[in-house]
């Protein structure tokens, strides 16, 4: 067995236990009764501690360095090189946490899960604010453990962005923030809205919700036999392999986009881990390359596609044959319109496109101000009100609708949120290269319900490579440049002009 054959067996076996770790997560969010908390806890918590010892052992390091040892002639752009690059990284990563941290991390975020979950019910921020405490706490611990130049948010950002500083966040929301301001503003003058989104509150059966969205994800080519769709308190997608992908939604009888746009965003998220090359299949590179790049995968079906006229030229007339009595009245530009309505809400998830960074940004800053201690844990709900009220104009009548709406703070997740933003960028650049790969006819493709030269386009020039290329490296070889505000701002103001002056 040569050197490198013997570390991706020994790293397979880690990466089969993390999965068997997420297994039990999705379990958590899915069908988990609430008495299971304490167990389930005790349970992911000893996987994690097997996978960090794995990932660390004097045996691991061995491994790694005799591979690396008989690797040193490999072509660069191959995948064996690619694989060795990318073990490096996750060593040396992982190996600068103690095991103590990962566990009591991993202990802590399982339980602040479910207090999280009762807090927000009951709208309770002093219920949660201990465990955000501790894991603040634990957090700047892993962050001084990971290493940065003074900056600690660095050392979180790189986890879910790799190669991404702290300062570049700041230079990109500097850069969309005063364009973004006055399109809110240019729409809010308009007086009362000329955009009616009425019937999306009226009343959509469940079942019926149910078997549309269904049949959406499926005509975008989210695969069933790799793949399901449950339900959860919040949606999100998680994956145990490339073929076997799983999604969550959840449903609002009064509010339609709630269940449609969630679904449809999560399964961009399942189609680049279904996406990715089968000779990756349990292997480290078998995974998004960013959560940048897995958000402009999930934003550009929700918004770029699902979000579209052509979309819905051609669903419309389907959704309309599944619900008849609501949608009785409307024809198929009012409901384009009323899925596109621009205006300031408290709520990130059911945000606009033009207002959803303005959320992404408050986070942000709160975040950086909560690691860095200038801001404390009993100040911040104020503190994100008050970003409310500068932003959106906007009060939250209670910290449910505010401080308390994500799920991320709760499972560790700080520094997770710009990625978010990233793929909102992303997501436009990615869509006009596709777009003019594919002879500007994608809008044609999709009113003829043809989805698929989009998809193969996403296949060959993102999904397929999961972590082979870093993201900056990766959005290079695709549109030949770096990460550009400047397509999405001039996306932003194309669309929304149009719906706000006919
Ligand atoms: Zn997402």
Not at 39 to 56: D, E, G, Y
Not at 199 to 213: I, N
Not at 397 to 402: E, R
């Amino acid at each position: 067995m040569s050197a490198l054959s013997e570390l991706q067996s020994h790293l397979a076996e880690v990466k089969a236990l993390s999965e068997a770790a997420a297994v039990l997560g999705w379990d958590q969010q899915t069908y988990m009764p609430t008495g299971g908390a304490v167990s389930r806890a005790a349970q992911i918590t000893a996987l994690t501690r097997v996978v960090h010892q794995k990932a660390t052992s004097a045996e691991m390091a061995g491994l790694l360095e005799r591979a690396e040892a008989a690797g040193a002639e490999l072509d660069t752009d191959s995948d064996d090189a690619a694989y060795l690059r990318m073990a490096r990284r996750d060593f040396d990563k992982i190996s600068k946490l103690p095991e103590s941290l990962v566990a009591e991390m991993s202990r802590v975020t399982t339980l602040a899960h479910g207090a999280w979950a009762l807090a927000r019910a009951q709208s309770d921020y002093a219920g949660f604010a201990p465990w955000l405490t501790q894991i603040l706490e634990l957090s700047r611990q892993a962050a001084d453990h990971l290493g940065h130049d003074g900056e600690r948010y660095d050392a979180l950002l790189d986890q879910y962005e790799p190669g991404m500083k702290t300062a570049e966040v700041r230079a990109m929301f500097e850069s969309i923030k005063p364009a973004l301001v006055a399109l809110v503003r240019k729409i809010s003058a308009l007086g009362p809205s000329p955009v009616d989104d009425s019937v999306l509150k009226r009343s959509f059966d469940e079942e019926g919700q149910r078997q549309f969205g269904e049949s959406v994800i499926r005509a975008i080519g989210f695969d069933w036999t790799r793949g399901r769709q449950d339900r959860a308190v919040h949606p999100f997608c998680t994956s145990f392999g490339r073929s076997d992908v799983r999604i969550t939604t959840r449903f609002d009888k009064n509010f339609l986009p709630m269940a449609l746009f969630g679904s449809i965003h999560e399964t961009g998220h399942a189609l680049y881990e279904q996406g990715i090359a089968e000779r990756y299949a349990g292997n480290i590179l078998c995974d998004g390359t960013s959560l940048g790049f897995h958000e402009s995968q999930s934003r550009l079906w929700e918004n770029l596609v699902g979000r579209s006229r052509p979309f819905w030229q051609k669903f419309y007339p389907a959704l309309q044959s599944q619900f008849p009595e609501p949608l009785k009245d409307i024809d198929g530009e009012a409901f384009y319109r009323a899925i596109n309505k621009v205006e300031p809400t408290l709520i990130r998830v059911e945000a606009d496109e033009v207002t959803y960074n303005l959320h992404i940004l408050l986070r942000f800053e709160i975040e950086q101000d909560l690691l860095s201690g200038k801001l404390s844990v009993a100040d911040a709900p104020a503190a994100w009100n008050a970003k409310m009220s500068e932003y959106f104009g906007l009060t939250p009548p209670n910290d449910a609708q505010g401080i308390l709406q994500d799920v991320h703070w709760s499972g560790g997740m700080i520094g997770y949120f710009p990625t978010y933003s990233i793929g909102n960028l992303l997501s436009v650049q990615l869509f006009e290269k596709a777009n003019s790969d594919l002879g500007g006819q994608i809008s044609e493709q999709i009113a003829a319900g043809e989805m698929r030269p989009l998809l193969d386009w996403l296949r060959t020039n993102v999904h397929q490579w999961g972590r082979k290329y870093p993201p900056t490296e990766l959005v290079r070889r695709i549109v030949g440049g770096p990460l550009d505000p400047a397509p999405y701002l001039a996306y932003l103001e194309k669309k929304f002009g149009n719906i706000y002056t006919r």
